[in-house]
């Protein structure tokens, strides 16, 4: 089946007297060299990317501060890859300040000296990149809630609505401590402190997990458990610092239960592997089949592997629908009729330079999923969430698009409704040309982007308890 990978692009948009037009990465690699003799980090990265439809100046994201910077091997100022405010949030993406043909091919190469990504840094288990001495700290610490906190924060990146290939080979030199790689990539030991990581063509800029710890200071522990539905075997890697007190056995058999559970209920895992680092922190975040977390957290981002980082949410905007459904799942709260007399609430901007889920996902969210659960039946949702979850595993889906899927096979045209008021937060009926019908085509039934001058609904307030990822 042939995968546009421009479907959920943002459209070409207009800032600073460029039209900003989006890529898809062909491929991405970088080589990192951790040196304990300096405490420094340095990255030599390419990013070989094809130009969407339209011709135009293409847009990436990097958090870090270039150095020296080639386009199509020629050497460039890095201030032609400055940051610009496009469609209006002011941290914006790298724009890069020249016109490239559409559907051309090219290369960008930077090189930089890695250090505190350029996002920002809230939340519970921030990114990190520091020394003790011989021994390095390396965690990439993604993050929904808060600003460029993906791939983007350490390597050249892309939106999410995009899926590419990441090869990252890592060598820590000057020392003779042996380090651990914790990592949801296929890693091949080349040698002591070295590695050659390759994460698959269909992450996005969510997916990949990296944690790297001296050896002397993690415990790590694995089985192999399987699963129910698939059959197959899957190997539950489990880590900490040695310093905290989680049994990683127990961890890892709580992991393979709520694996089989919602293997059960959605359908097929989408790993061949599930890595969790138990980081200590409050709350947790999840990867693809993998998961930073706390105790507490761990069934919440187990369920991720479904919804969140097996079929991915296309924009930040749309982050909303994972986290709204997984808390859903989590609370077990049961159906509840929504009052169509109660305030409008925005979940869904459909602004696609947002770099922030809604916090109002969690709580607001999933009482969205209650009153799904009122109107086509608890058990029927589980059902739709399945085939949906199997449509989309491994790809990309707006909230646009989860919409025309819920009402195409409910047949339960109501359902427009209650997005219209309680996901992108309109006052009023939905207008007549928004309705689907099961027979409809798989149209989106609201306009699928709007690009705002400002962005004044950007990060309202209350972060939700724990702070989940
Ligand atoms: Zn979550």
Not at 46 to 69: A, E, H, K, N
Not at 200 to 205: E, G, L, M, N
Not at 334 to 359: K, N, V, W
Request: with cysteine; aromatic share 10%.
């Amino acid at each position: 089946m042939f995968v546009d990978p421009f479907a959920d692009a943002p459209p070409p948009t207009r800032c600073g007297g460029m039209l900003v037009v989006p890529v898809h990465i062909i491929d991405l690699h970088a080589s990192v060299w951790a040196r304990a003799r300096s405490a420094r980090v340095h990255v030599d990265s390419t990013m070989i990317y094809r130009v969407g439809p339209t011709t135009g100046s293409p847009f990436f994201d990097l958090r870090q501060r270039i150095d020296r910077c080639w386009i199509d091997g020629v050497p460039v100022d890095p201030s032609a890859v400055a940051h610009e405010p496009v469609g209006g949030f002011a941290d914006g993406v790298r724009v890069v300040r020249r016109r490239h043909s559409a559907d051309s091919v090219h290369h960008l190469r930077v090189v930089y000296r890695l250090d505190k990504p350029m996002s920002d840094l809230s939340g519970a288990y921030p990114p990190r990149v520091s020394w003790t001495g011989p021994r390095l700290h390396w965690s990439f610490g993604m993050a929904d809630l808060y600003a460029g906190r993906y791939l983007e924060m350490w390597f050249p990146s892309n939106l999410p609505f995009d899926q590419f290939r990441f090869t990252l080979n890592l060598h820590i030199t000057g020392t003779p401590v042996h380090h651990t790689a914790i990592t949801n990539g296929r890693a091949i030991v080349r040698a002591v402190n070295h590695w050659s990581i390759r994460f698959p063509s269909w992450f996005t800029t969510l997916s990949p997990l990296l944690e790297v710890h001296a050896a002397d200071t993690v415990e790590v522990a694995a089985a192999t458990v399987r699963l129910p539905i698939s059959r197959r075997p899957v190997i539950v890697t489990a880590a900490k610092p040695v310093s905290r007190p989680e049994v990683l056995t127990a961890g890892i058999e709580r992991i393979s239960a709520v694996l089989a559970e919602q293997e059960r209920r959605f359908g097929t895992f989408i790993g061949d592997a599930f890595t969790c680092f138990f980081h200590g922190a409050a709350g947790g975040m999840e990867y693809a089949h993998a998961t930073t977390t706390s105790i507490a957290a761990l069934p919440h981002e187990v369920i991720h592997s479904w919804f969140a980082r097996g079929v991915m949410p296309a924009t930040a905007a749309d982050g909303w629908w994972d986290e709204a459904f997984t808390r859903y799942l989590e609370l077990g709260e049961g159906p509840e009729p929504l009052d169509f007399r109660s305030d409008p609430i925005e979940l869904c901007s459909r602004q696609p330079f947002q770099r922030t889920t809604s916090p109002l996902s969690y709580v607001a969210g999933s009482r969205v999923f209650r009153g799904i659960a009122a109107l086509i039946g608890p058990g029927r949702l589980i059902e739709v969430m399945g085939e949906f979850f199997n449509v989309y595993r491994g790809a990309t889906a707006t909230t646009a698009t989860l919409e025309a899927f819920l009402v195409r096979t409910t047949g339960e045209g109501a359902l427009v409704d209650v997005f219209h008021r309680f996901v992108y937060g309109f006052d009023g009926a939905a207008p007549p040309s928004h309705r689907l019908s099961a027979s409809s085509p798989a149209l989106p039934p609201h306009p699928v982007v709007q690009v705002h001058s400002g962005n004044a609904l950007w990060g309202n307030g209350a972060h939700p308890p724990g702070q989940f990822g």
